[in-house]
DNA sequence: GTTAGTGCAAAGGCTTTGCACTTCA
DNA sequence: TGAAGTGCAAAGCCTTTGCACTAAC
């Protein structure tokens, strides 16, 4: 039952950097951010690798791709407990927001029997680094 | 200023099927399915001829794009007032909800200097057709 | 030594663009 | 007729995959 650390079937510096990099944002990141980050640590870290590490950490349920409306898929890590989604109109960049500000509850039927399962709230507007 | 029905320079039968496609629809409609449902009036109609309409109303604010969480773009047409979405886990197809049910208003400040300006919320599910 | 893991480059899927043909005004 | 609009096919962008090489164990 042991996995907390090994993600595959050896341990590589490319994965641990990658996930590392994930690890330590303050907010989902892209493909291509995780992949500069990422770099700075192991250089001729290929794209092809993050991706492959991406799918295996989805594979693992280690990390959670977030997609908001500005179409572009990012990933956090998973067991950061019930949360939602800031974005930066400015910057672009992605915050974590702790809590939820919905009215309505999973499991509730709506009018005209839409069952609730779950749902996603994202704000957006001006982050304090670019307010 | 009139500029109700008119989209580009001259009226096509092409246009008029793909917004009409768009406007019928209950919920915001992927670029494949709007080309799906423009092709039984105009059968050889192309799909570059359904992205460069889809471009061109949304640079008239005809319509809007709609990204939900599972990556996919959709459109729908501008002035439905506010609303969000129900996205069925089932069958992937997307419904409009009136109103809202957030309990953050725009315009507010979070915690951290985070400036409100908009919010999404989309509730997933599962729709009356496939429970 | 085996073979999982990696980097590169080619391939895939969706969207955009170039170009010649069609059609509206 | 003149240019906007269209269809086809090629090109682009992001993501995935094939293949030979590298490096964990």
Redesign the pocket.
Same mark, same amino acid.
């Given at each position: 039952m042991a996995k907390k650390k090994q993600?595959?079937? #050896?341990?590589?510096?490319? #994965?641990d950097t990658i996930l590392q990099a994930i690890g330590e944002a303050d907010g989902p990141l892209?493909?291509?951010t995780i992949h500069e980050q990422a770099k700075r640590r192991?250089p001729?870290?290929?794209?092809?690798?993050v991706? #492959?590490?991406?799918?295996l950490l989805l594979e693992h349920q280690r990390i959670q791709p977030v997609v908001l409306s500005d179409g572009?898929?990012r990933y956090e890590l998973v067991g950061l407990g019930h949360h939602h989604h800031f974005r930066c109109r400015v910057c672009e960049r992605v915050y974590d927001l702790p809590g939820c500000m919905l009215s309505i509850s999973d499991g509730a039927q709506l009018p005209g029997g839409f069952q609730v399962e779950a749902h996603e709230v994202t704000l957006i507007g001006v982050c304090p680094g670019c307010a």
């Open positions: 993600i595959g079937q #050896r341990q590589s510096r490319q #994965r892209l493909a291509q192991v001729n870290l290929g794209i092809a690798t991706y #492959r590490t991406i799918k572009q898929t």
